[in-house]
């Protein structure tokens, strides 16, 4: 494993549900603080405090702004759970784009999946109507739109009952339980870096790299 004291040290951590992502907080809640005590280490993005899932934190700041460029256009990968069966059609809206207040979104990739997900219990339930089925998809974004994924299955009729984030680019969630860390390896990070360099070189060819950044991610 990477040393704690690199320069260029990457956490990867299971954000819990309620968790802010943030290392303090005026009102006591429940922060990265709670789980992290590496020095100099940020996290590149965000996620709700109602999502879980993967958070990359970052010591080089270079690194940090990549991964939060919205020119770049990297992928992250959630497991959603939703009320009700999204039909093909819906899947189709998500993938091709939605519009949402805010403009339309990029396009995705979003599957159904047969069955659901091996996760972790949430520790607050989910309410489920008993009248109403749910399902989970697998949804790809390259975008970080305000809460986005819970926006745009609310725009094809099936609103969100959880969010799990289990990839950024080739970095995803295996290994780690809900508040747990570690340290991504050298070759890890290469292969991060490696993905960022080319995703920039194509949105400079295409002229997406000379606009300017959109918000950080956040869902």
């Given at each position: 494993m990477t040393g704690l004291g690199d320069p260029d040290l990457v956490l990867r951590f299971w954000k819990p549900y309620d968790c802010l992502t943030a290392?303090?907080?005026?009102?006591?809640?429940?922060?990265?603080?709670?789980?992290?005590?590496v020095p100099n280490v940020y996290p590149a993005g965000r996620l709700d405090r109602d999502s879980e899932g993967?958070?990359?934190?970052?010591?080089?700041?270079?690194?940090?702004?990549?991964?939060?460029?919205?020119t770049i256009g990297h992928p992250r990968t959630y497991l959603v759970q939703v009320e009700g069966i999204p039909s093909d059609d819906a899947l189709?809206?998500?993938?091709?784009?939605?519009?949402?207040?805010d403009g339309r979104t990029r396009p995705a990739t979003a599957e159904f999946l047969t069955t659901a997900p091996a996760l972790p219990p949430r520790p607050v339930?989910?309410?489920?109507?008993?009248?109403?089925p749910d399902s989970w998809i697998r949804l790809t974004l390259?975008?970080?739109?305000?809460?986005?994924?819970?926006r745009m299955t609310a725009a094809v009729g099936h609103p969100t009952l959880r969010l799990v984030r289990i990839a950024i680019g080739p970095i995803t969630l295996e290994g780690l339980e809900p508040g747990q860390w570690d340290a991504i390896t050298?070759?890890?990070?290469?292969?991060?870096r490696d993905g960022l360099k080319g995703l920039r070189r194509a949105a400079n060819r295409s002229g997406a790299g000379r606009r300017s950044p959109g918000r950080r991610s956040r869902r």
């Open positions: 290392f303090t907080d005026r009102d006591g809640r429940h922060t990265l603080a709670d789980h992290i005590d993967l958070l990359l934190l970052p010591r080089n700041k270079a690194l940090r702004g990549d991964l939060t460029d919205a189709h809206h998500l993938a091709t784009g939605v519009d949402l207040k339930p989910i309410r489920i109507r008993t009248s109403v390259t975008e970080g739109k305000n809460r986005q994924v819970r050298a070759e890890e990070k290469r292969e991060l």
